[in-house]
């Protein structure tokens, strides 16, 4: 099938593109890899189902003054949880906290998706919420559950208990 020319050269111009941007995040998912790869809370947060490698590492914990990946500084469960899974322009609108404090709610969102995709558990607990209400609602709680064990494992310093938290 012969694509007009125009076409078959935005094609390869859309091509070209996807190639340069897939090399660039290799080279940030290895830079980034360098910089948490050996710290403790970042490999306990890995453990928990729907959190890999490139997961947003400092989701779970407070931003710092210092450089890169300050040592974290753990919220409580109610303050991470309810950043997670309340979306922004429910919240009290404060100059300049609005785009600051989606970002979590963004994380856990994309981690209960993949939570749902490779643990029986999480996948179980989404669908008997989603029986009761509808998929947003459910994948919201899915993700406060995530956000709530992501503090419990920082804090405990341990792996994550799919039995713990899906019981």
Known sequence: ???PDDVAFAIKANVAVIATLSTQIDLLEKRL????GGRLEYELLTSAPGIGKCWRPRSCWKRGRSSALPPPVISPPTHVASTACIPAMARKREKGTQERQQVPGLAFVEAANFALRYC???KRF???KKAKTNNVVAIKALAHKLARACFHILKEKKPFDVTRCFA
């Not at 890899?33 to 948490?36: A, C, F, G, L, T």
């Open 1 to 3: 099938m012969a694509l």
């Open 120 to 122: 029986p558990e999480a």
């Open 126 to 128: 989404y669908e008997r």
């Open 33 to 36: 890899q360098e910089k948490v």
